[in-house]
Every structure is written in C-alpha cells, then in structure tokens.
C-alpha cells in the first residue's frame, strides 16, 4: 500500500541547533516533493521544492535532499530561531501532480 | 489579493443536519481541493476539481459532495452530518501548470 511518513511526531531542539526532519514514502513515483509550513490554527504555506531529478535544493536557512532510491527527503533548518517553530509537511505530486499526498507531518519546537 | 477563502471558519452541527463550505480563490486556478486534518491523521483528499465544471474523488469522499459551477468557487456539501466528519476543513487552489499549493486559513466543524 501507498504511504508517506515523516520521522516523528514531535521534535524539540535547542536554539541555533540544526534541525533535521524526515520524510519517508513507498509505493509512489513522485516527480517532486514539496515541504510545507503550518501554523496553529493556520492552513499550511508552501517553503520548497524539490525534483527528482535534483539532489538538494536551498532556500536561505532551509536545505532540502531527495533521494529517489532511499524514497527519502531531508528537510534541514540550520541555525534554528524559536520562530521556527512549527508543524512541517511533506507531499508527493500523485496522479500526474493533479493531487498531492501529504505526511501527518513533524511538530517542531525550538527552544530558547 | 485574498488568496484562497473558506467560509464559514467555524460552524457547530447537529447529527443529521445539512451544510456547504464555500471556498472561493482569485488567483485563476483551474485546480482546486478539499481536505480534512485530523490529529495523528494529517491532510486527507476528500474531493477534487481539475477544472470548472469537473470533480473527482479523493482518499476519503463518503458522506461529502462537491461542486464547481464557477472556476473561482468550489463547495463542499455535508447531506446529513456525522460525528466523524467532525474535523478542520482545507480547501486549496493550484495552477495547472505549477507546483504550488494555496491553501485557506481553514473551517472548523464540530458534528454533536
């Protein structure tokens, strides 16, 4: 059966730490995957994007991997703010990227 | 620009009881989505539209309807109300030709 996971649940770190999350699928053949920013009581924002034709890609503070043969991505936040806290998304392209199959995502803390 | 907007943010419910979420975007996108969020559960497709006019299924569709008469509107109907569909709705837009997603700020629904 088809299914995305993201490492955990929940995921606290110290401020100025890199922190790393994960996201893991199986049974798809997405040609992108997409990160994507909720906050409480908001709908998600979009951050990045990545082919899978593309090793990694970098937005500012935010790094992203793909590896199409591990069916992984790694979504890294280095020197991490407080304000970075918040509950973070992957999705898959499904269907001919007419739809997008989104993980239960990772709530992450950073503390002061 | 208003984005994506979702209508109503909070609605309480009775068994049984009918309703429409009404979503509503002005950015021209010929595709458009409703989703639900449950703890634990993440962002599930309920229904979908590629085009005005056009619907299709998603993961979880029992119990809901759609319609798209006009390009920048899509519903979501409830005929008759459960528990279950106690949950946050998202609808969301995309180009056709792009990769991102616009989600609303959400409605919440509470089926007593």
């Known amino acids: 059966s088809q299914k995305i996971e993201q490492n955990s649940e929940a995921l606290n770190i110290q401020e100025g730490k890199t922190a790393t999350l994960t996201c893991n699928y199986t049974?798809?053949?997405?040609?992108?995957l997409q990160w994507y920013r909720q906050d409480p009581g908001r709908g998600p924002v979009f951050l990045l994007l990545i082919r899978e034709n593309e090793k990694e890609k970098r937005k500012e503070r935010l790094k992203v991997t793909f590896d199409t043969t591990l069916k992984q991505s790694l979504f890294h936040i280095t020197a991490s703010q407080p304000a970075d806290s918040a509950t973070y998304l992957c999705?898959?392209?499904?269907?001919?990227?007419?739809?997008?199959?989104f993980g239960p995502g990772t709530r992450l803390s950073v503390l002061p | 620009n208003a984005g994506v907007t979702q209508t109503p943010k909070f609605r309480v419910l009775k068994t049984g009881q009918s309703m429409t979420l009404l979503c509503a975007q002005d950015?021209?996108?010929?595709?458009m989505y409703w989703y639900r969020q449950d703890p634990g559960m993440g962002l599930r497709l309920i229904h979908y539209s590629v085009g005005e006019g056009t619907t299709a299924k998603g993961e979880v569709p029992d119990g809901y309807n759609v319609s798209r008469l006009k390009k920048q509107n899509f519903l979501l109907g409830l005929e008759s109300a459960a528990p279950s569909q106690t949950s946050v709705y998202f609808c969301?837009?995309?180009?056709?030709?792009?990769?991102?997603?616009?989600f609303g700020e959400g409605s919440w629904l509470t089926v007593v």
């Open positions: 049974n798809y053949s997405p040609a992108y």
């Open positions: 950015m021209n996108h010929e595709y």
């Open positions: 969301a837009s995309k180009d056709s030709s792009g990769n991102t997603i616009y």
């Open positions: 999705a898959l392209d499904d269907n001919y990227g007419q739809n997008f199959v």
